[in-house]
């Protein structure tokens, strides 16, 4: 039996969740008529809030390693969605952005991404050093923290509110 190609499991994300309670951002991404090039990094950004969502509800205090990194992924995912949506493809991002948040936002800013969200900065910020060197296990062991779980989930679900927002107001580039 053969691996699905990229394109095979890309088409199979895009038409089922693996999470039905996955957030109130996907549900709306998902009853959306208009698709976006990158919408299948906004359906996985969802996926991985969730399960930062769900590792929060468990209450295990070890667990902060896990939470810190599924919002790091869900925040990067998201970033690069909506800059596939601007016109960006894998390899600018891969060359541009990589895993560093900080440079991710600051991108979707330069091409109109606008946050409401007071923290998203804050977290970028305090995230991404680790993040991007996959050293989240040194966030997590900082006492005190220096941004709360309950906090860090605000500001991506804030994030992801955003990212879908802009993809709903502004035409899709052509190109």
């Given amino acids: 039996m053969r691996a699905p190609t990229p394109a095979g499991r890309r088409r199979f994300r895009q ?5 039905p309670a996955a957030d109130h951002a996907s549900s709306r991404a998902r009853r959306s008529s208009k698709r976006w090039r ?43 969605s909506y800059l596939h949506f601007r016109g960006w493809n894998d390899d600018r991002c891969r060359h541009e952005v990589r895993h560093d948040l900080v440079k991710a936002l600051a991108a979707a800013e330069r091409l109109g991404l606008h946050r409401r969200h007071p923290d998203v900065r804050m977290l970028t910020r305090i995230l991404s050093p680790y993040y991007r060197c996959h050293r989240i296990r040194e966030l997590a062991k900082r006492d005190p923290a220096p941004i709360s779980p309950e906090r860090a989930l605000r500001a991506a679900e804030g994030l992801l509110d955003d990212v879908l927002a802009a993809v709903a107001e502004r035409p899709r580039p052509r190109g």
């Fill in 15 to 19: 038409g089922s969740s693996s999470s």
């Fill in 38 to 80: 990158g919408k299948y990094l906004f359906d996985n950004a969802t996926e991985f809030l969730a399960g930062a969502h769900r590792v929060r509800a468990a209450g295990d205090s070890h667990s902060r390693e896990v939470l810190f990194h599924l919002i790091g992924c869900a925040v990067e995912l998201s970033l690069k």
